[in-house]
């Protein structure tokens, strides 16, 4: 006569091949993240950027991984407001200050864009590249035609890559 436990191995055994085989959210999280990433002007960084977030891990679309991206964006530019408003301490020039006002909004917009994913995606799309489109811009002419800061030029750059990534995902919600 078999025992009442002879049927557990067999079951332990076709649960962990469910498992083994069921796709995972991990494995649509990536594939959601690496369509995003291979459409932005930086693949590796914007890998690294979005899988430095915990909550990428389960994110199974696009309307998941948005406010990630744009959470990881307002920090970038909360961040780069602090800094360069440190930095009119020691170098008050009017293109640090115009930089300073930029990112005032840039913090701006991309708030903006967070709290309109979910209501209005178009205009979060507009919001992420008015970011750059309005406010960058001003803060790279106020430097071309002052002091150069290097220090700043980068977290522009910054600023340039996360309104892409925001832009992408946000064209992947429209489309």
Known sequence: ?????????????ASLLLFISSP??????????ETVCSQTINNS??????????RT??????????????????????????FIN???KTNPSEAVKQCADSYKFVVLDFQSARKELD???LTANYDIKMAVDDNISQC???????????????RNNLVYFYSNIGDVITE???N
């Open 45 to 54: 960084e914007c890998l690294k950027a979005l899988e430095s977030d915990p």
């Open 140 to 154: 790279e002419t106020a430097l071309k035609s002052g002091v150069q800061v290097p220090e700043i030029s980068f």
């Open 86 to 88: 440190n930095l009119i």
């Open 57 to 82: 891990a389960s994110a199974s679309n696009y309307k998941e991984i948005a406010p990630i991206a744009l959470d990881l964006a307002i920090v970038n530019a909360k961040d780069s407001y602090a």
């Open 119 to 121: 209501e209005d995606t």
């Open 172 to 174: 992947k919600l429209i």
């Open 1 to 13: 006569m078999e025992s009442p436990l002879s049927f557990v191995p067999t079951m332990f055994f």
């Open 24 to 33: 995972s959210s991990t494995k649509a999280s990536t594939q959601f993240v």
